[in-house]
């Protein structure tokens, strides 16, 4: 803590993890003979920089940018790009450090690490996000590449933004680098099924919990926050499988439709006009509109699907979902319930698929892309949609199996951290001391 004085999501992050390798190091002392926690906590490289550009105005503008690369034993960095006025030091490496793991987790060879600004795209003129997203790269390119570090979106990065950054990647680098970016359009490389990933890769975890103890998606009412890129794709996917999904937010309120959401309406205000989830009610009088996002968790469900940003439940509200009758927690968000808040879950008994395994689907396809990348070739959607859900599966078969033998059995955080930990810690034992 002194080392990293003011982090505290960071320090929320490290205290998880470490806590839940205490049986680990117990069975396996060559993980402290070889100093690995020391090494893992720290991040090859921190990398901070100015991003100058103009706006519409012709004011100057200062934001700051990072990258973080975090670890990078099995594979390139890899890790996306949030843009957010939150963005500091310690959400990027909290980010990072998780990321690691995940990454770990879903079984491809990539490493961790994790970027953004504090920049705040929201209510900004294309040009303008053109412009910042250009200076951005100017910086950001000396550290990047399809071998050594591969960003994509997160947070305020979507489709545009990718664009934008790719774009002046290859302005300032020549050539064609393809695997630099994942998240790209489908016309410059690409993949299908990524858009969906992060979402439907949540469900399709949740659905193996929810199996592992004869329950399903089917006629299930389901509360999903946010309403972003992972919000509405998960959305979709637990409708497509039987469940009705009543509510989700912004970071402005949060709307409740109990005929369940109409997704399209959703995804037209949010991706297309990237208007307010207010406007909602606008179309669908019968739903209502609630300001303030905090309060979604007030609304009774079977399953909830926090898909919005970090720290959104804390104890109080997992009190009263457990309260509510909540059977399943899936993370599709990176640490959106508190510590607080997780072991409210654990201790009574409601399903949690934690962040790093349940919202792993996004950089497995984002692995998934840049292999098409190398290979000039393109899967169809089938291919990469029944590639992600047998990923989904391991992810989920590892954790389980790693939380029995280390003693910890049902508890996939324990799992997902062990699983995760055991790769890339072996691994730099393999290296050396580096
Ligand atoms: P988007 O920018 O597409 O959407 C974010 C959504 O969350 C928006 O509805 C936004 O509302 C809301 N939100 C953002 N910040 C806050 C806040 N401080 N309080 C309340 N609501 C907030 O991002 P993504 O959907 O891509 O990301 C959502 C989460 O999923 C993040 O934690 C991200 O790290 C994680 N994730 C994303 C992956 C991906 O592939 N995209 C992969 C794995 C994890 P508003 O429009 O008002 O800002």
Known sequence: VSRNPNESEFHQAVKEILESLIPVIAKHPKYMEHGVLERIVEPERMISFRVPWVDDKGKVQVNRGFRVQFNSAIGPFKGGLRFHPSVNA???????????????????PIGGGKGGSDFDPKGKSDGEVMRFTQSFMTELNKYIGPDTDVPAGDIGVGGREIGFLFGQYKRI?????????????????????????????????????????????????????????????????????????VACSDSNGYIYDKDGIKLDTVRRLKEVERKRISDYVLEHPTASYFEGCQNIWSIACDIALPSATQNEIDEAAAKLMVANGVKAIGEGANMPCTLEAIDVFLEADVLFGPAKAANAGGVAVSALEMAQNSMRYSWSFHEVDDKLHMIMKNIYKNSVEASEEYGYPGNLVVGANIAGFIKVADTMIAQGII
């Open 90 to 108: 310690s959400i990027i490496k909290f980010l990072g450090f998780e990321q690691t793991f995940k990454n770990s987790l879903t079984g491809q």
């Open 173 to 245: 680098r020549g050539g064609n680098e393809a695997g630099v970016l994942t998240g790209k359009g489908l016309t410059y490389g690409g993949s299908l099924a990524r858009t969906e990933a992060t979402g439907y890769g949540a469900v399709y975890f949740v659905n193996e919990m929810l199996n592992s103890k004869g329950l399903s998606f089917e006629d299930s009412t389901v509360v999903v926050s946010g309403s972003g890129n992972v919000a509405i794709y998960a959305i979709q996917k637990a409708t497509q499988l039987g469940a009705k999904v």
